[in-house]
């Protein structure tokens, strides 16, 4: 006898499609698997919490299918916390409640919960699976974790999941993710069965890392031993690697070599030459490409319009990013969260912080690089205090996770505000609870701050002790604060350090000489300019990146 369901998933399904509750509902847990699935899509996290508490009610919820669709939900809503809830409430002898919340982890971009979810199922003596592992290696591509992925490597060896097209993949692209992409090519070519995702993910490794070249061949070797034929993917892939290397002959071939094989390119395609373009600060030939794929008869993606926004960025072009903010609205993305990232990114960079302020408030779903470029826009501009704000409020709103760039742009703010004591309780806090291993341009930023307030012993003192070889950024942080705070000796052991990383560049000669003009020190001054005019270092004329209105 069939079954009919009543209460809030009812109405929500007659409202979203009434043909649901009779022809498809065969069970309870069916239906309401249905429509948490469409709130999940949605994001429709109030209806979602709505029918939870309904499902708890009528004693559902923890019923494994629906507690796993729960879990999905809340995750892409980026309620971390409600979702792991409702997985203590699964009973712990069911192992699929391990594989659902790393799953939901990973797909929806919380990498670290996911890994911190595996870990966890090991501790407790649970045996890893094929379900679970390839879940964990996107955790740690994304990561760039490449230690707990080679430990992965060995599990997949050890438990022989090697025979797994899905594992294999996941290997491939893990390594790819972490810049080892000679591992990769290993794990490829040690497969027994070759599939067209296990493919591309070795492409798009090659691709990302500069190595175009190697992704060709590798195409056109499985394309000789006829084993994988190359898809719309594939040559998307082969022509971004180019694009990015600015080789506008490979590209003009890899086109011609499409069409020959019957594959028209795409939006895709066309957005990867512009990509590329702006990469290369060439706007002119990216919004003439842009007009030419237009003539093509295709319409642009959010994608191609936040490619051109951030080229609008980079010249702090308003006026061209304005045209383009219209015409997004126009074809109808003017909505898109990576548009609106994009246009809040472009107006701060411009300086029209209001602007941008206007547009982040009034989103209504953020991600991670949007916040981010609020944040950075606010600091860039002056307003610091209004960076450390936002970065308050990121950290208590839905739960988002906060990443290296954030911490470079409230650390940027800190240094701006002279906020010592504050910059270095988040670099601590950045390290102990969210677990960012410092990059070169947290360690910039520190020395900056550091600098500005005077502390340049404490300064060089972290450059000393930084497990990475310091940068150019790093030094010059360093040699700016001696100039500001008049202190020769340091200053001379930063320039030191310059020259070596840049031997060429005349801008570091001349910050440690106007140090000695201060000084008084003006035998110093001759020196340095008689070096600089031996090794034909010249001084380049004032020049700015802003295009003219």
Known sequence: MRRCIRGPALLVA????PIICRRLFQTSTDAYGKVIEIYGRDRDLESGRVLH???IISGLARRTHLASKLIALYVVCGKVSTARKVFDKIPQTNIRRWIVLTG?????????????VFREMQKMGLRPNIFVVPSVLKACGHLSDSRTGDKLHAVILKHSFDYDLFVNSSLIDMYSKTGQVQKARRVFDTMVEKDLVSLNALVSGYAQHGLPEEALNLVEKMQVEGRVTPNIVTWNTLVAGFSQRGDEVMVSQLFKSMIDKGIEPDVVSWTSIISGLVKNFR?????????????????PTSATISTLLSACSVVANVRRGKEIHGYALVIGVGEDMYVRSALVDMYAKCGFIYDARALFF???????????SMIFGYANNGYCSEAMELFKQMMEEDEKKLDHLTFTAVLNACSHAGMVALGQSLFH????????IPRLEHYACIVDLLGRAGKLTEAYDMIKAMPIKPDLFV????????RNHGNIDMAEVAATHLRELEPESAGNKLLLSNLYADAGSWGNVARLKKTMNRNKLRKFPGCSWIETI
């Open 14 to 17: 007659r409202r979203i499609n």
């Open 429 to 436: 806090l950045m390290q102990e609870e969210y677990r960012i």
């Open 104 to 116: 939901a982890y990973a797909r929806c971009g919380f990498h670290q919960q996911a890994l911190d």
């Open 362 to 372: 009034t989103m209504t779903r953020r991600n991670t690089v949007t916040w981010n």
């Open 53 to 55: 508490a309904h499902l």
């Open 283 to 299: 706007n002119k030939e990216a919004f003439d490409t842009f007009k030419a794929m237009l003539d093509h008869g295709l319409c």
């Open 475 to 482: 030094w010059g942080a360093l040699l700016g604060a001696c």
